[in-house]
T-cell receptor
């Protein structure tokens, strides 16, 4: 069965632009989380969605937003890009409604470079 | 908020030797604990998890970890390293209360396996 699919895999954007990243969870998975991975800060939680509702949000500025659709697919948007937003953005999904106790399956990520 | 400390950003072992990767967490209540592995240019793969019950947890690829509440530790071990084990390993802990679907990750340990 297909894993967590993130598109695109690589993206180059210019400062000030906005970007939308997409995540298709494993079929049947309803919980989706997003993480940012950078060499300096490591893996940091962005947000978690379940049944189209944001349940948790990390400590990121309002430029970072997300949403989940009725088919559980999720998107995250970053507006007014800054150089520091360059990172690997990882999406993760879980079958269970409480993934904190079961763990997530991660996608391969979208590598965003801001120039 | 939780925190996770992985002692040693780089660990090098010889093929066939014991692998020991250390993880300590801060939590006022027993959390849910996870180990993930990341190969270059890929997402994170779940190795094993501790939720409740037996404190010695076995995972994939011959890895295991022991939850020690008194030491707030969850160290990862493998009796005999294989070249294919070379990767970066992340310890993660779920947050507390209503936020327990949010994970905190350690800074990672890169494992090098020498022939």
């Amino acid at each position: 069965k297909a894993g967590v699919t993130q598109t695109p895999r690589y993206l180059i954007k210019t400062r000030g632009q906005q970007v939308t990243l997409s995540c298709s969870p494993i079929s049947g998975h309803r919980s989706v989380s997003w993480y940012q991975q950078t060499p300096g800060q490591g893996l940091q939680f962005l947000f978690e969605y379940f049944s189209e509702t944001q349940r948790n949000k990390g400590n990121f500025p309002g430029r970072f937003s997300g949403r989940q659709f009725s088919n559980s697919r999720s998107e995250m948007n970053v507006s007014t890009l800054e150089l520091g937003d360059s990172a690997l953005y990882l999406c993760a999904s879980s079958l269970q409604g409480q993934p904190g106790s079961y763990g997530y399956t991660f996608g391969s990520g979208t590598r965003l470079t801001v120039v | 908020a939780q925190s996770v400390t992985q002692l040693g950003s780089h660990v090098s072992v010889s093929e066939g030797a014991l692998v020991l990767l250390r993880c300590n967490y801060s939590s006022s209540v027993p959390p849910y604990l996870f180990w993930y592995v990341q190969y270059p240019n890929q997402g994170l793969q779940l190795l094993l998890k501790y939720t409740t019950g037996a404190t010695l947890v076995k995972g994939i690829n011959g890895f295991e970890a022991e939850f020690k509440k008194s030491e707030t530790s969850f160290h990862l071990t493998k009796p005999s390293a294989h070249m294919s084990d070379a990767a970066e390993y992340f310890c993660a802990v779920s947050d507390e209360g209503d936020n327990f679907n949010k994970f905190y990750f350690g800074s990672g340990t890169k494992l090098n396996v020498k022939p």
